[in-house]
């Protein structure tokens, strides 16, 4: 479903929403693994306002749709999930800014 590798002998993928019967989803593409340096820089943008980031997470996502342009070519919309801004929420629209530099740079 998400394109991680599986652990030998796994039946189904380890990620608990991938083996979810209830997802509402068929399959996701990763951009990158969220592990050291990369996580880091997420959290401090998405978790800290750390909006410096958008440029790079918005390049990363164009360069991840051209070279996977095969498979999102038959869709006419792709959609983020948005993210909550005001009050109890975050300060910014991490996803929106992110999808905003990403057809900048496109």
Request: net charge positive; charged share 25%.
């Amino acid at each position: 479903m998400c394109e991680r590798p599986l652990t030998a002998g796994a039946p189904r993928c380890p990620n608990p929403l991938c083996a979810s019967a209830s997802r509402w989803f068929h399959w996701n593409i990763a951009a990158a693994e969220r592990s050291g340096p990369l996580a880091a820089a997420l959290n401090a943008y998405k978790y800290r306002g750390v909006r410096d980031w958008a440029p790079v997470f918005g390049g990363m996502l164009a360069e991840l749709m051209e070279r996977r342009r095969h498979l999102l070519e038959p869709f006419d919309l792709i959609t983020a999930s948005p993210s909550f801004v005001g009050r109890g929420g975050r300060d910014f629209d991490h996803t929106r800014l992110l999808l905003v530099e990403a057809g900048r740079q496109v």
